[in-house]
C-alpha cells in the first residue's frame, strides 16, 4: 500500500508543457498554467495575444519552460511578420509565392497566389504557379484545370509547361499531355 502512495506520488501529469510532475508549489501551478492558456491561444490562430501571454511569460520567471517560451514566441513573430509582408507588384507577390513553393510551404502559396487572382482574375502567372502547386501536391484535376487557364489567357504557357520539371508527376497523364501537345491529338 505504501509503495502505490509513493508511485502516485512521482507520477507525472501530461500538459501542453509534456509530462511533468504535479507541484505543491503554486507559483509553478500558476507557470503551468499561463503556459497552456498561451498555447491554447496560439492554437486558436490569436497570434498576437499569444505573443502577450509568452512574452509575460518570459518578463516573469518561467523556469524550465523559458526555453519552450523563447521558441513559441519565436513561432509567434514569424507568423505575424508574414502577414505584415507587403508587395509593389503582383509579380513580385508570385516570386515570393513560388519561393514559398520551393521550400515546400504549399498552404501559403496557395493563400498568395489566389489573393493574385482575386485582385487580377486574368493573372495568367498565377494560374500557372497554381497548375505547378497543384502538380506537386499530387492534385491532377486542379493542375489540369489551373494550367488550361493560364494556357487560354497566354498560349505562351503551353510552351513553358512543355518543359517544366515540375510537371513531372504529370507526364503520364494522357490528359495533361492532350492538354500540352493538342497537335498530337
Do not use: W
Amino acid at each position: 500500500m505504501k509503495e502505490v502512495r509513493e508511485k502516485k506520488a512521482t507520477a507525472t501529469v501530461r500538459t501542453l508543457a509534456g509530462h511533468v510532475k504535479p507541484s505543491a508549489d503554486p507559483a509553478r501551478g500558476q507557470i503551468l498554467h499561463h503556459y497552456e492558456s498561451a498555447m491554447k491561444l496560439l492554437q486558436e490562430g490569436k497570434v498576437e495575444k499569444a505573443k502577450v501571454a509568452f512574452e509575460a511569460m518570459l518578463k516573469g520567471n518561467a523556469g524550465d519552460l523559458s526555453d519552450r517560451d523563447r521558441v513559441h514566441l519565436s513561432a509567434c513573430n514569424r507568423q505575424i511578420n508574414q502577414k505584415q509582408i507587403s508587395f509593389a507588384t503582383p509579380e513580385e507577390r508570385y516570386d515570393y509565392a513560388v519561393s514559398l513553393v520551393n521550400t515546400g510551404n504549399y498552404d501559403d502559396a496557395r493563400e498568395h497566389l489566389d489573393a493574385i487572382l482575386k485582385a487580377n482574375p486574368s493573372a495568367d502567372f498565377a494560374y500557372y504557379g497554381l497548375s505547378v502547386l497543384e502538380s506537386l501536391t499530387g492534385r491532377a484535376e486542379d493542375c489540369l484545370q489551373h494550367l488550361s487557364e493560364a494556357m487560354r489567357l497566354n498560349p505562351r504557357n503551353r510552351i513553358q509547361a512543355r518543359s517544366d520539371s515540375d510537371f513531372q508527376d504529370m507526364a503520364d497523364d494522357p490528359r495533361f499531355t492532350e492538354l500540352l501537345y493538342p497537335e498530337i491529338s
